[in-house]
């Protein structure tokens, strides 16, 4: 549109900086080429969901049939009997107990005696170790009971406890898998089919054909069949099961949408440019799968412990054993405490402690447009001193908007000043032309016909519209042909300033602006609140980031800054004893990515293969870093308490299962210390699923 983005020379020399750091700081994201490097995910999680999918149907399996064992079990129990009051004895009554119980024995109880084995042997005792001993003693112990030695049989208790075992692992497994499995199951609620439009026809195809570069037609209420480029059309996109962000977002020609949100009421045609394991849902799986899998110190920490308990378990159950058997008790007693011992201080809860935070938090955090790579520097987001920004496209929305816009004419209502001003510069692509005719469609102004269309060199544009002369002109226009023109309309050094000429009158003036984010103002509050120290790096001048810098409250900033020069001054504020978190958008934060303690790419978008960052933040949103830092205080919260829960219950538990308090008439059977121990695992899990409502309250 003769070379009109040359023509738009409005703005001051501050102004052409403002809008040459925007240009520099925006340049493509370099880590989108490593794409390649995410791996095979749809595959690798699909199997690893599969193979615990089918461990839980194997304890699921053995629970239900060992339960309906256990019923004929306690019904032909003498201390059940008693403690029930009746009575019912059938002939051989003790050889069909040690018969069911050995049924469930062997069946029930397999998993820990093959995790015995199996951990033995590895020189790496753990809860499977000490379930399978206990119910071992128990098991062989009855058995000589059985065939002969005096004493009393603990079958009931034994068959108990290995439903209760199972039943534990039964839960405790679904409570993971059920956390990784919700993003994977975003990608299954893929649709199955996409319509697609080759040679102007469409025909419908299933998912796994469509090819990069394929148009697409996504109808209205449809799922966006996968990642791509709007090419036509103007829509509302539900996003909220990828960022977080329940409202719909406005998505228009030239804008990217993630496959599996869910269309508006508008059609769209669409160009395919991520396929199978290379769309942001598989990439986002795999991110997820591997921080889950990545061991932080917190759950180092758990591991050593549980790994202690299990050897303090033993030593007690041992010394339990002897010290009641050389009391003079009977082998019966003395085994029955020790049995019960093991039981309590099984590790699962310990076990299950930090495991089932990381899935939910993980998983939420990514449900919320948060991608942990990094889960250390995640749960060190507590350690935060110091936040460095990135201004543009961080704190500003990194696009002209237009900010105010006033009729300087009686003849003309401010509304018919942004008509005439949008009506010249709707087929523009200059930031300030698109600023300009966005602010005219938000409010529902039609556009007028324009004719005669001409650029006037470097100061502006002119054409006819209804028989006048009409022209937007930088304000050296108006200096050159001696306009009369009152340039108090902004004193703002950011803004851009473009004046609506009719007939060589002025009409109007219209103000724009790289307008700062009004979440901006609501996150620099919260982090003044938590005590973490605000500083803004940009490469613009001084004088717009003193503005942006006072108008939100920053503590500091730097302007007129290489990307080398950020990598210094992360160095500074580390070497001055500071916990600094970085977030960028760009290949000119890589470097201070890496050097800060903590790295947040933010505005990655599709590409969240931001390889110098911990934390990916999908959206631009500072609040987002906010929810982020806070988040990550309560998931470290979260597993302390668990690991406290989990050690502390213990400390009270164990020595009750000894029997210390034998004399007061305080005793725990085996099959009570089970419930014991399965209810703090209960505790442990539920306290991990009260994140879920601690999520993204900032």
């Not at 899935?359 to 749960?379: D, K, M, P, V």
Request: aromatic share 8%; hydrophobic share 45%; glycine share 8%.
């Amino acid at each position: 549109m003769h070379d009109h983005e040359n023509q738009h020379c409005h703005h001051s020399k501050e102004n052409h900086q403002h809008e040459e750091s925007h240009h520099t700081e925006h340049e493509d994201h370099p880590m989108a080429k490593h794409s390649e490097h995410q791996g095979h995910c749809g595959s690798m999680g699909g199997m690893h969901s599969e193979h615990h999918t089918i461990m839980i149907q194997d304890f699921k399996r053995r629970f239900w049939l060992s339960l309906v064992i256990t019923i004929p079990i306690l019904i032909l129990s003498p201390m059940i009997q008693d403690f029930l009051r009746f009575h019912l004895s059938l002939p051989g009554n003790t050889y069909i107990l040690f018969l069911l119980s050995t049924i469930i024995y062997f069946y029930g109880g397999w998993p820990f005696i093959k995790g015995l084995y199996e951990e033995c042997k590895d020189k790496n005792p753990g809860m499977m170790t000490l379930i399978g001993i206990a119910i071992s003693a128990a098991y062989f112990y009855s058995t000589v009971v059985v065939f002969g030695l005096t004493g009393m049989e603990f079958f009931w208790e034994l068959v108990t406890l290995i439903d209760i075992m199972l039943l534990g692992h039964w839960i405790e497994m679904k409570s993971v898998l059920g956390a990784s499995r919700s993003l994977e199951l975003l990608v299954e609620m893929l649709p199955q089919t996409a319509h697609l439009i080759k040679d102007s026809e469409i025909t419908d195809v299933k998912l796994d054909t469509i090819q990069i570069n394929d148009i697409v037609l996504v109808k209205p209420g449809e799922k966006v069949p996968a990642d791509g480029k709007i090419i036509e059309g103007l829509s509302y996109l539900n996003e909220s099961m990828l960022t977080g962000e329940s409202k719909p977002a406005k998505r228009e020609v030239g804008d990217k949408v993630i496959g599996g949100s869910i269309n508006g009421n508008g059609s769209l045609k669409i160009q395919v440019k991520h396929t199978g394991k290379d769309s942001y849902l598989s990439k986002v799986i795999k991110l997820v799968q591997e921080a889950q899998s990545t061991k932080s110190k917190t759950q180092n920490l758990a591991d050593q412990a549980a790994k202690w308990l299990t050897f303090v378990a033993i030593g007690i159950g041992l010394t339990t054993f002897i010290t009641w058997f050389g009391l003079g008790k009977d082998i019966a007693f003395a085994l029955e405490r020790m049995v019960t011992v093991m039981v309590i201080s099984c590790p699962h809860a310990l076990g299950l402690a930090v495991p089932l935070v990381v899935a939910i938090s993980t998983t939420l955090s990514a449900q919320h447009g948060l991608l942990i790579r990094n889960r250390t520097a995640f749960e060190n987001s507590r350690k935060i001193t110091t936040l460095v920004f990135d201004k543009t496209g961080t704190l500003t929305k990194g696009s002209f908007n237009v900010v105010r816009y006033e009729s300087l004419n009686q003849n003309y209502s401010k509304e018919e000043v942004l008509k005439l001003a949008a009506s010249l510069e709707q087929n523009s692509e200059h930031p300030i032309a698109t600023g300009i005719v966005k602010a005219a469609k938000e409010k529902n102004i039609p556009f007028e016909a324009i004719e005669n269309f001409q650029a006037i060199t470097g100061l502006g544009i002119t054409a006819q519209i209804n028989g006048k002369n009409i022209k937007i002109v930088s304000p050296g226009y108006l200096t050159k042909n001696k306009i009369n023109f009152d340039n108090k309309f902004s004193n703002n050094i950011t803004e851009t300033i473009v004046i609506v000429l009719a007939n060589e009158e002025v009409a109007g003036v219209i103000a724009l602006a790289d307008e700062i984010r009004k979440e901006s103002f609501e996150a620099i509050k919260i982090f003044k609140k938590n005590h973490i120290k605000t500083i803004m790096l940009t490469g613009d001048n001084k004088e717009v980031a003193k503005t942006v810098s006072d108008e939100l409250g920053i503590d500091n900033f730097y302007a007129e800054i290489l990307p080398h020069q950020k990598l210094d001054i992360i160095k500074e504020l580390q070497n001055r004893g500071e916990f600094v978190a970085m977030t960028g958008d760009g290949v000119n934060d890589a470097p201070a990515l890496a050097q800060a303690d903590i790295g947040i790419a933010v505005g990655s978008g599709t590409d969240v293969a931001a390889e110098t960052a911990d934390i990916i933040l999908v959206e631009s949103n500072p609040k987002d870093i906010a929810a982020l830092i806070l988040f990550g205080k309560a998931t470290y919260s979260k597993m302390i308490q668990n690991l406290i829960w989990a050690t502390g219950y213990n400390i009270f538990a164990i020595p009750l299962a000894a029997g210390v308090l034998y004399n007061d008439g305080v005793i725990l059977s085996p099959a009570l210390g089970a419930v014991f121990m399965s209810l703090s695992t209960i505790i442990v899990a539920f306290n991990a699923q009260l994140l879920k409502k601690q999520v993204f309250t900032a």
